[in-house]
């Protein structure tokens, strides 16, 4: 599993870090995710996948 985030498209929700904070964070400066875990570990993996599906803006996705 890999996590790819567009950064043109995000808009900041943090949805994803509700999610997934171990997974996800919110650079202050740009109000932009930032991928903490591009390949997340098995246990991980189902809070990554809530945290993708989470985002308003599709700004998320997963490569299997």
Do not use: H, W
């Not at 390949?39 to 809530?50: F, L, V």
């Amino acid at each position: 599993m890999k996590i790819i985030a567009d950064l043109e498209t995000c808009q900041g929700y943090a949805n994803c870090v509700v999610e997934a904070p171990d997974v996800f964070d919110i650079d202050e400066s740009t109000g932009k995710v930032v991928v903490l875990e591009a390949s997340p570990q098995p246990g991980m993996e189902a809070d990554a996948r809530r945290a993708v599906a989470a985002c308003p803006v599709k700004a998320l996705s997963v490569e299997d």
